[in-house]
Every structure is written in structure tokens, then in C-alpha cells.
């Protein structure tokens, strides 16, 4: 079964720093664009930063200079470090990944989420 594992998340004082982690296992060919996203309370799920295979980053403006989106490929994990918290990044975090896999002996693209990391930082 192929899967996304999140940890890191956690409680943290405003100015303080977090790290992330989505591991995907099963039977994995290859990960391609992965990303995370975060949901705060009454709010709609968007996206905070995303990473190509290649390596290329994108990021919302908000968590522009303070957060940063890397992976490992050979370990088909991507991070997020997060640092100088705001209280307005508390919400659910969740990995995304879009997965090359072997699945009824075929090769399929399959598209996957986390179960999501809480992130609280106090003012």
C-alpha cells in the first residue's frame, strides 16, 4: 500500500522554527511534484509550497523568506522548514505528492495526501 507519512508538526511560540516531513512508501517507482498545504479553521486548503522532481520551488507570498520546501529523492521524502512562525500559520499541514507506482503489475500515476500535521504557534 502506498502511503504519505507526515511529522513535525507541533506547538511553537510566535519567532520560533519547525520542521516537516512526508516519507512516501509502497511500492514506489518514482515521486514527482510533491507540496504542502495547509487548513486553518474555516478557511479553504491552499497551497504553501510545492517542489518539482527537479527541484524547483515555488511558494505562497505569505511564507515567502521564512519557509523553505526540499526533498530527498532517494529516500522520496520532502520537508518544510519553517521558521520566524506567525500565529497566522496555524492550521493543518498536509503533504502532497504525485507518485509514479507499481500497482496490479502496472505502472500508474497516482496522486496522494497526508493525514495532515497540526501546527499551533502562539502569540
Known amino acids: 500500500q502506498v502511503q504519505l507519512v507526515e511529522s513535525g508538526g507541533g506547538l511553537v511560540q510566535a519567532g520560533g522554527s519547525l520542521r516537516l516531513s512526508c516519507a512516501a512508501s509502497g511500492s514506489i517507482i518514482s515521486t514527482n511534484a510533491m507540496g504542502w498545504y495547509r487548513q486553518a479553521p474555516g478557511n479553504q486548503r491552499e497551497l504553501v509550497a510545492h517542489?518539482?522532481?527537479?527541484?524547483?520551488?515555488n511558494y505562497a507570498d505569505s511564507v515567502k523568506g521564512r519557509f523553505t520546501i526540499s526533498r530527498d529523492n532517494n529516500e522520496n521524502t520532502v520537508y518544510l522548514q519553517m521558521n520566524s512562525l506567525k500565529p497566522e500559520d496555524t492550521a493543518v499541514y498536509y503533504c502532497n505528492a504525485e507518485l509514479t507506482v507499481l500497482k496490479l503489475l502496472r505502472i500508474q500515476s497516482l496522486e496522494l495526501w497526508g493525514q495532515g500535521t497540526p501546527v499551533t504557534v502562539s502569540s
Open positions: 517542489i518539482t522532481s527537479g527541484g524547483s520551488s
